[in-house]
């Protein structure tokens, strides 16, 4: 946990750093280099953690199904601008099985589908987008939202996962970087990014409910817990005996 604690400070102050250096050359040329750092040291964070995890092998079993799972879906969706059935399935993983667990499906879903849909400098941008989609969709969980604000959760995401790819766009083949030339990438999407989010509420309303009862119904039977038993929760054997009297 302490090496968590101090990888997260220092990206923290790396990003900061980044930032006064930016502002005091006024050189926003390095938006690409921050973005790239901030989104390589996250996803190192979220491997880390999922590595060290106290996770069975049953349930690492059941993401890298899931994963696999949520890649395949995407592939034959390729043709049809937008919708992707894998948002949801990333959500629903990260509702169920937390943060990281959402991540690493979220991730691992670009990394394994672009093996068939081609890679290239968006790869990292669609684990990094996908990935935040599945480690905040905990959230939900954690204050019990379900339906309405699960589906308006896909919706957002709709947009969010187009702006996140829209960013290595204005980095690669925009100039100059201007905050009038950003505001027009991010726009221009506003058609694929509706469509994506269309796709996301409709696959949550017909499915989402189904899919995470099934995925808790898994994570109920593989999931362990393990707890330290103190002095006191020990009963003397003759007293286990009367009990049992």
């Known amino acids: 946990m302490k090496k968590i604690q101090r990888y997260i400070i220092f990206l923290t102050v790396i990003t900061i750093i980044t930032l006064i250096f930016i502002i005091t050359l ?3 040329d390095l938006w690409g280099l921050i973005t790239l750092i901030i989104m390589i ?3 190192g964070i979220m491997y880390y953690k999922f590595e060290n995890g106290n996770i069975t092998s049953k349930e690492i ?6 994963s696999g799972f949520s890649s395949v879906s995407r592939i034959p969706f390729a043709a049809v601008p937008s919708i992707q059935p894998c948002t949801y399935i990333i959500i629903c993983s990260g509702y169920v099985f937390g943060p990281v667990a959402g991540f690493m499906v979220g991730s691992t879903t670009a990394l394994i589908s ?3 849909l081609g ?10 987008g996908w990935g935040l989609a599945g480690a905040t969709a905990s959230i939900l969980q954690k204050f019990h939202i379900k339906n309405t604000g699960l589906i308006l959760f896909g919706v957002i995401w709709g947009y969010l996962f187009g702006w996140i790819m829209n960013l290595w766009n204005w980095f690669a083949y925009i100039y100059p970087h201007t905050m009038q030339t950003f505001v027009f990438v991010m ?3 506003a058609w694929f990014d ?3 989010a269309i796709g996301n509420a409709l696959f949550l309303i017909f499915l989402g409910e189904k ?3 099934i995925l808790k119904r898994y994570k109920d039977r593989f999931h362990i817990e393990y707890k330290e038993t103190t002095k006191s929760t020990i009963q003397p054997r003759h007293q286990a005996l009367d009990t049992v009297q």
């Open 26 to 28: 006024n050189s926003y």
């Open 41 to 43: 040291l996250t996803m």
């Open 61 to 66: 079993s059941l993401i890298a199904i899931l």
């Open 114 to 116: 672009n093996m068939f």
């Open 119 to 128: 890679h290239g400098p968006w790869t990292l941008f669609q684990m990094f």
């Open 187 to 189: 726009m221009s999407s």
């Open 194 to 196: 509706t469509l994506h």
């Open 211 to 213: 899919t995470i009862t």
